[in-house]
């Protein structure tokens, strides 16, 4: 492997440049800047060619690998614009070395840590326009690996293909952060202990559509995810990590190889230390849970990711039985951790634990 510092990534501009939409007609992943980056995998010569290039489709044989058993990784993170015009990423090196530990549990050869981080750098430094600049926009960025070898048998794949796709987002919460109804089910998994819980991976997301589905038509917003073996103790909320204050504890189920270890939820781990909350990493039951609902014990419960950065949960539904949580207001504790997060981000807060990186920009040409 080359030493990736070293590395050139090449540039190769569009020549026909997009029409970029108004940050008000912003909504989640549906518009798509200019650029995009890649980078290959083949056996005996590894990574190579990293390069910004014209944004576009790929071209994949019918029997490649990744589109008949799901050999791939992905991760998610975003550019903020600040008031004061800079852009910054959010714990960028922390995402490349999840996507690597992806990339570890699906048997897919590891990528130069570095050069992931640089390669984030690279495509919003090339699409820098396209970074919204209203406070609650972002450029989301979504770096994704998928085995590209053509052929049907099942094993690990010969060669990849690393991408990173970027997109403009409008603010989670246009009118305020808003509570969530969420369904614990007790008929569908997630994730078991041994299996890929802690990956960021497509099949994860394939196994929770008919628990969302069918949570949806309960009319609720969200699944919570019980344990695989006992359906007792909780592991996440939707597509989140998920949190709650009993009492004065704040609980959060700990990574203990079904869950994933999301980078918003250990950011806010380390803001309620920094502020001397009472934090547990502990394993918490659903009846725990109810009963801490029925008497009045759970203040607030939130998930956590870096789509929303925190989502309340204003109900819990769980074998029939509804608990109202806070109300249905979001929690003061929620939104300050809200408040907190978004105020580093967009750089108006001091970034006490070194959390964002500016991307520098090219002078204009
Ligand atoms: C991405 C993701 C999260 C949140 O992770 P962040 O790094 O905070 O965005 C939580 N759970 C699952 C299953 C995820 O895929």
Known sequence: MTASNETQISVTRTRTPGQRPADASLS???????????????????????????????????????????QAVFDGLKAFRGADG??????????????????????IPEMPVDLVRRSFEAIVAADHEWVPSTQGTSLYIRPTVIATDVMLG?????????????????????????????????????AVQGGLGEAKTAANYAASLSAQQE???????????????????????????????????????????????????????????????????????????????RNGTLREMWGTGTAAVVSPVGELGYKGEKISIGNGQTGLLTQKLYDAIVAIQYGQATDAHGWTSTVRVPAAV
């Open 28 to 70: 989640f992943g549906k518009v798509f800047t200019d650029h995009m980056f890649v980078m290959n995998y083949t056996e005996g010569k590894g990574w190579h060619d990293p390069r910004v290039v014209p944004y576009g489709p790929l071209t994949l044989d019918p029997a490649t690998s990744v589109l008949h058993y799901g």
């Open 215 to 293: 949570a949806e038509q309960a009319g609720y917003t969200q699944v919570l995810w019980l344990d695989g073996v006992e359906r007792k103790y909780i592991d996440e909320v939707g597509t989140m990590n998920i949190m709650m204050q009993i009492g004065d504890e704040v609980i959060t189920p700990p990574l203990a190889g079904t869950i994933l270890d999301g980078v918003t939820r250990n950011s806010i781990l380390q803001l309620l230390r920094d502020w001397g909350h009472k934090v547990s990493e502990r394993k918490i039951s659903i009846d725990e849970v109810m009963e801490a609902g």
């Open 154 to 190: 099942v094993h690990p794949a010969h060669s990849y293909t690393y991408f990173v796709i970027c997109s403009p987002v409008g603010a989670y919460y246009k009118e305020g952060v808003k509570p969530v109804r969420i369904l614990a089910t007790d008929s569908h998994v997630r």
């Open 86 to 107: 800079q852009i910054r990423l959010f714990r960028a090196q922390r995402h490349a070395e999840r996507l690597n530990k992806s990339c570890r549990a699906l048997c």
